[in-house]
């Protein structure tokens, strides 16, 4: 059963179709990557599903529903969650409530009942810290979670994001570049961070990387972007053995 | 045909606020925030013209002159204590407005506690005060105005689009991180862009001075530049002159059907109005940041 | 000695206003220039209804709050999703309008001249036990998810969107909220200084007001009380420099900018400092007496 299907998705920049005419389907439970050289369009394509941007042309279909024109905190209350390329946690907020955020916006207490602070308001704060320590261990950071994410290092930064943008307890998690700027024993760790979440949560993944290697182990199907335009789709064998897929990240090979 | 009369008013009021949107959005381009100090330039130019003026004999031209540059430096010193430290810590782009803010206030304050005690006016520079062109007159000061301040803006576009400073300013209005990995001295670029902004506004505080009143309040006039280049689209050059001319013979209409005491209703009504069908203003474009 | 106890109460009303301001600009980094037109609304609906109906005191307030809170919903609908610049110039374009509408409607509110014989029915005690219940109400906005919406929209829209948080309407009840708050402030201090006019509440006494909050500290709202205590306080108690209280004012704020950004608290309050303090005291006891 596909969860996400996008037909002929477009969006133009001024002149430059950054995303042009893309279909892909992610299975459900599956984690499905979308690989390309740098500037290919792939993040453009998270923004697109996400609703940072509205596209030009094409639908968006979510768990069977059009979700083409929603904004992106509607597309968040839908089952979509997401983590950023260059990290975008809350400076202000310490480790356990950025987590907790996600749990905020799902909360039900009223204005009035937060202006008295009654006891119904704090019971379900209560709860959400809990929770929020939960998602905290599983990233393995629960020791951290009075701090502040600027003095987190760059690696448990990335894994803060993931326990946040699991709490909103998503039905599909988009992941951009996740493991970018990680050295390779961090990506290994990332790698089974990512594999014990979908297995715990029984979530669909989709992700981006421009590395084939890092995305070759855990993905069930992948699709290649290159230029806004998808270049190929398959297994990782077959994206490995593909000649197109070589040329466009090494370029024509020389001529001697 | 009176309310061609009114257009030209309108336009010759549209050319300082062209002067005053220009000062303003050229800092908004190259910092990207308001600068909310620009009135602080305006109205301590005014009243240092005004001494200029005493002093040299109530000479026009070397008073615009020494106030020109008295602006630019006036705005280097500015930017130097209000930015330049914010620049280097790549601070929050809040406390570049709270910082512009102060010292904007703190400029309005210093002319009012030297100058609020009298009544200050600009002399009568010109002999003649009206010329009338036909069925229409215009004062000779509005002349003047509109004269210099078109002569100004032509000085301007070819400032930036002819010479090699232009060309780094407006690099740097698209992208500061290019601009400073091609080897341009962003710090002298930037402080440049204030002197120039300080220019115009000097010359903007002086007209505002002669043809309005001499107070420590002038530095409200500043919100007309600003109005004026949200209509033009905020750091948009060519629309903040567009915006100025604009919102000048808008005014005027305002003043003339609704009185001088509502106007400011208009104008904020006008301003959400816009805003509402065209954010962008008449030229500009949205910018989007990189996600 | 009933000189300073006006004093306090008139700072005491006017810190009412200022935690408006924290909630606005500290909090949700919404940068309102014309925030003191709305203490002028409330000024004026509860100077109006006092001084022509006999409407309780209570009621009025009542009133007075939900002017604000309309007023703050009509201004804030078309302008809170724009840009932080344009929400600053549009409330700035609010104040000036309000001014002048007060101002030209000189049969209803009295034009310049303001409205006088406003009966005096609130003193230092009942201005604290509203500032109390502000304060109550405001740190437990802070302590809930509402609260901490706003700091995530103010750290980083974009995130906030993601995560589920509907980025204009957060923005839009801080504005309203604020707008009702400072409504009350007005209220309370036309019925403290029983003569109110419309020159008070200008885009100044807005500068003031977001200098206080950054001086107290990012997201600190004791740290606002703080810092707006001790700035209006001082200056009444050191008589001598009260000319230049905008002066100093001003160069402690761009200090603080400058070299202690986060402000004089931080992002903490009073109490977790004070409660810090006697934690690591106690650490140091307990490690001497281990030796």
């Given at each position: 059963m596909n969860i996400l299907e996008v037909e002929n998705l477009s969006v133009n920049f001024g002149g430059v179709?950054?995303?042009?005419?893309v279909s892909l389907t992610v299975e459900k439970g599956k984690i499905t990557s979308i690989i390309g050289p740098n500037g290919a369009g792939k993040t453009t394509f998270f923004n697109l599903v996400s609703g940072v941007i509205p596209p030009v042309s094409g639908k968006i279909i979510f768990d069977g529903e059009d979700?083409?024109?929603?904004?992106q905190y509607e597309i968040s209350h839908k089952g979509i969650s997401r983590t950023f390329q260059n990290i975008r946690l809350f400076?202000?907020?310490?480790n356990l409530q950025n987590v907790q955020s996600a749990l905020d916006a799902r909360a039900h207490y009223n204005i009035f009942e937060a202006f008295l602070g009654l006891p119904g308001k704090r019971k379900v704060d209560k709860e959400n810290r809990e929770k929020s320590m939960y998602y905290l261990e599983i990233v393995g950071m629960a020791d951290v979670?009075?701090?502040?994410?600027?003095?987190?290092?760059y690696g448990m930064q990335r894994r803060l994001e993931l326990a946040r943008a699991l709490a909103s307890n998503p039905k599909l998690l988009l992941l951009d570049?996740?493991?970018?700027?990680?050295n390779p024993a961090e990506v290994e760790e990332f790698i089974e961070l990512i594999e014990k979440v979908r297995k715990l949560f029984d979530i669909t993944i989709l992700l981006i990387d421009h590395r084939l290697k890092v995305v070759h182990t855990l993905s069930d199907k992948i699709y290649v972007l290159n230029f806004g335009e998808l270049l190929a789709q398959g297994t990782s064998e077959e994206i490995r053995d593909n000649p197109e897929v070589i040329r466009a990240y090494m370029g024509e090979e020389d001529k001697e | 045909m009176y309310y061609l009369q009114l257009l030209i008013n309108g336009l010759a009021l549209g050319s300082v606020y062209s002067m005053i949107a220009l000062g303003f959005t050229l800092i908004y381009s190259v910092l990207?925030?308001?600068?909310?100090?620009h009135g602080g330039i305006m109205v301590i130019s005014a009243y240092v013209a005004y001494e200029i003026q005493l002093r040299l004999g109530h000479n026009f031209t070397w008073m615009m002159i020494l106030i020109f540059i008295f602006g630019a430096l006036l705005s280097c010193f500015v930017q130097y204590i209000g930015f330049e430290r914010l620049r280097r810590q790549k601070s929050n782009i809040m406390l570049y407005f709270v910082s512009s803010a102060t010292l904007g206030i703190m400029m309005q304050n210093i002319i009012a506690i030297k100058y609020s005690s009298f009544f200050y006016a600009y002399p009568?520079?010109?002999?003649?005060?009206f010329i009338s062109i036909g069925q229409f007159t215009i004062s000779v000061t509005d002349l003047m105005m509109l004269g210099i301040s078109i002569v100004v803006i032509i000085a301007l576009m070819l400032l930036l689009y002819k010479t090699r400073i232009g060309i780094a300013i407006r690099a740097l209005s698209m992208d500061t991180q290019t601009v400073q990995l091609m080897g341009v001295n962003v710090s002298l670029v930037i402080a440049i862009t204030f002197m120039i902004s300080g220019s115009l506004g000097a010359l903007a505080g002086v007209f505002c001075g002669i043809n309005y009143v001499l107070t420590p309040?002038?530095?409200?006039?500043v919100f007309k530049g600003m109005v004026a280049s949200i209509l033009g689209g905020m750091g948009n050059i060519s629309g903040a002159l567009y915006g100025g001319l604009i919102l000048g013979v808008l005014e005027d209409f305002a003043i003339h059907f609704l009185g001088a005491g509502y106007t400011p209703v208009f104008t904020f009504l006008f301003m959400v109005a816009f805003l509402i069908v065209r954010?962008?203003?008449?030229s500009g474009k949205i910018v989007l940041d990189k996600v | 000695m009933s000189y300073y106890l006006n004093v306090l109460t008139t700072v005491t009303i006017n810190m009412i206003a200022i935690l408006s301001m924290y909630l606005l600009?500290?909090?949700?980094?919404i940068f309102s220039m014309g925030q003191a037109s709305f203490m002028c609304v409330g000024a004026y609906t509860a100077g109006m209804l006092a001084t022509r109906t006999s409407l309780p005191f209570g009621v009025v307030v009542i009133i007075s709050v939900l002017a604000g809170l309309v007023s703050a919903l009509l201004v804030g609908?078309?302008?809170?999703?724009?840009r932080r610049d344009y929400i600053a110039l549009v409330t700035l374009g609010f104040g000036e309008a309000v001014v002048a509408l007060l101002n030209n409607m000189s049969n209803i509110?009295?034009?310049?001249?303001g409205i006088n014989?406003?009966?005096?029915?609130?003193?230092l005690w009942i201005a604290l036990g509203f500032l109390a219940v502000v304060i109550f109400i405001i740190l437990n906005f802070k302590n809930s998810r509402f609260g901490r919406y706003c700091i995530a929209v103010k750290n980083d829209e974009l995130s906030a969107a993601a995560m589920g948080i509907n980025v204009s309407r957060i923005k839009l009840i801080s504005f309203v909220i604020a707008g009702g708050i400072t409504a009350l402030a007005g209220c309370l201090m036309a019925y403290n200084t029983t003569y109110i006019e419309?020159?008070?509440?200008?885009s100044a006494k807005s500068i003031d007001w977001i200098c206080y909050v950054f001086v107290g500290g990012v997201n600190s709202l004791s740290g606002t009380l703080v810092s707006g205590a001790i700035f209006n306080i001082l200056p009444e108690v050191l008589r001598v420099v009260y000319i230049y209280r905008i002066l100093v004012q001003g160069v402690i704020v761009l200090l603080t900018i400058n070299?202690?950004?986060?402000?004089?608290f931080g992002e903490a309050e009073i109490w977790t400092l004070i409660k810090d303090l006697f934690k690591k005291k106690k650490k140091n006891t307990v490690v001497s007496k281990e030796r």
């Amino acid at each position: 059963m596909n969860i996400l299907e996008v037909e002929n998705l477009s969006v133009n920049f001024g002149g430059v179709k950054a995303v042009n005419n893309v279909s892909l389907t992610v299975e459900k439970g599956k984690i499905t990557s979308i690989i390309g050289p740098n500037g290919a369009g792939k993040t453009t394509f998270f923004n697109l599903v996400s609703g940072v941007i509205p596209p030009v042309s094409g639908k968006i279909i979510f768990d069977g529903e059009d979700i083409t024109k929603l904004s992106q905190y509607e597309i968040s209350h839908k089952g979509i969650s997401r983590t950023f390329q260059n990290i975008r946690l809350f400076n202000q907020l310490s480790n356990l409530q950025n987590v907790q955020s996600a749990l905020d916006a799902r909360a039900h207490y009223n204005i009035f009942e937060a202006f008295l602070g009654l006891p119904g308001k704090r019971k379900v704060d209560k709860e959400n810290r809990e929770k929020s320590m939960y998602y905290l261990e599983i990233v393995g950071m629960a020791d951290v979670a009075d701090g502040r994410p600027n003095s987190l290092p760059y690696g448990m930064q990335r894994r803060l994001e993931l326990a946040r943008a699991l709490a909103s307890n998503p039905k599909l998690l988009l992941l951009d570049e996740p493991a970018a700027g990680l050295n390779p024993a961090e990506v290994e760790e990332f790698i089974e961070l990512i594999e014990k979440v979908r297995k715990l949560f029984d979530i669909t993944i989709l992700l981006i990387d421009h590395r084939l290697k890092v995305v070759h182990t855990l993905s069930d199907k992948i699709y290649v972007l290159n230029f806004g335009e998808l270049l190929a789709q398959g297994t990782s064998e077959e994206i490995r053995d593909n000649p197109e897929v070589i040329r466009a990240y090494m370029g024509e090979e020389d001529k001697e | 045909m009176y309310y061609l009369q009114l257009l030209i008013n309108g336009l010759a009021l549209g050319s300082v606020y062209s002067m005053i949107a220009l000062g303003f959005t050229l800092i908004y381009s190259v910092l990207k925030f308001s600068n909310f100090s620009h009135g602080g330039i305006m109205v301590i130019s005014a009243y240092v013209a005004y001494e200029i003026q005493l002093r040299l004999g109530h000479n026009f031209t070397w008073m615009m002159i020494l106030i020109f540059i008295f602006g630019a430096l006036l705005s280097c010193f500015v930017q130097y204590i209000g930015f330049e430290r914010l620049r280097r810590q790549k601070s929050n782009i809040m406390l570049y407005f709270v910082s512009s803010a102060t010292l904007g206030i703190m400029m309005q304050n210093i002319i009012a506690i030297k100058y609020s005690s009298f009544f200050y006016a600009y002399p009568a520079f010109f002999k003649t005060s009206f010329i009338s062109i036909g069925q229409f007159t215009i004062s000779v000061t509005d002349l003047m105005m509109l004269g210099i301040s078109i002569v100004v803006i032509i000085a301007l576009m070819l400032l930036l689009y002819k010479t090699r400073i232009g060309i780094a300013i407006r690099a740097l209005s698209m992208d500061t991180q290019t601009v400073q990995l091609m080897g341009v001295n962003v710090s002298l670029v930037i402080a440049i862009t204030f002197m120039i902004s300080g220019s115009l506004g000097a010359l903007a505080g002086v007209f505002c001075g002669i043809n309005y009143v001499l107070t420590p309040q002038l530095n409200a006039y500043v919100f007309k530049g600003m109005v004026a280049s949200i209509l033009g689209g905020m750091g948009n050059i060519s629309g903040a002159l567009y915006g100025g001319l604009i919102l000048g013979v808008l005014e005027d209409f305002a003043i003339h059907f609704l009185g001088a005491g509502y106007t400011p209703v208009f104008t904020f009504l006008f301003m959400v109005a816009f805003l509402i069908v065209r954010p962008q203003g008449i030229s500009g474009k949205i910018v989007l940041d990189k996600v | 000695m009933s000189y300073y106890l006006n004093v306090l109460t008139t700072v005491t009303i006017n810190m009412i206003a200022i935690l408006s301001m924290y909630l606005l600009i500290g909090l949700t980094g919404i940068f309102s220039m014309g925030q003191a037109s709305f203490m002028c609304v409330g000024a004026y609906t509860a100077g109006m209804l006092a001084t022509r109906t006999s409407l309780p005191f209570g009621v009025v307030v009542i009133i007075s709050v939900l002017a604000g809170l309309v007023s703050a919903l009509l201004v804030g609908i078309p302008v809170i999703k724009l840009r932080r610049d344009y929400i600053a110039l549009v409330t700035l374009g609010f104040g000036e309008a309000v001014v002048a509408l007060l101002n030209n409607m000189s049969n209803i509110t009295g034009g310049a001249n303001g409205i006088n014989n406003i009966p005096r029915k609130v003193n230092l005690w009942i201005a604290l036990g509203f500032l109390a219940v502000v304060i109550f109400i405001i740190l437990n906005f802070k302590n809930s998810r509402f609260g901490r919406y706003c700091i995530a929209v103010k750290n980083d829209e974009l995130s906030a969107a993601a995560m589920g948080i509907n980025v204009s309407r957060i923005k839009l009840i801080s504005f309203v909220i604020a707008g009702g708050i400072t409504a009350l402030a007005g209220c309370l201090m036309a019925y403290n200084t029983t003569y109110i006019e419309p020159m008070a509440y200008g885009s100044a006494k807005s500068i003031d007001w977001i200098c206080y909050v950054f001086v107290g500290g990012v997201n600190s709202l004791s740290g606002t009380l703080v810092s707006g205590a001790i700035f209006n306080i001082l200056p009444e108690v050191l008589r001598v420099v009260y000319i230049y209280r905008i002066l100093v004012q001003g160069v402690i704020v761009l200090l603080t900018i400058n070299f202690l950004p986060q402000g004089m608290f931080g992002e903490a309050e009073i109490w977790t400092l004070i409660k810090d303090l006697f934690k690591k005291k106690k650490k140091n006891t307990v490690v001497s007496k281990e030796r």
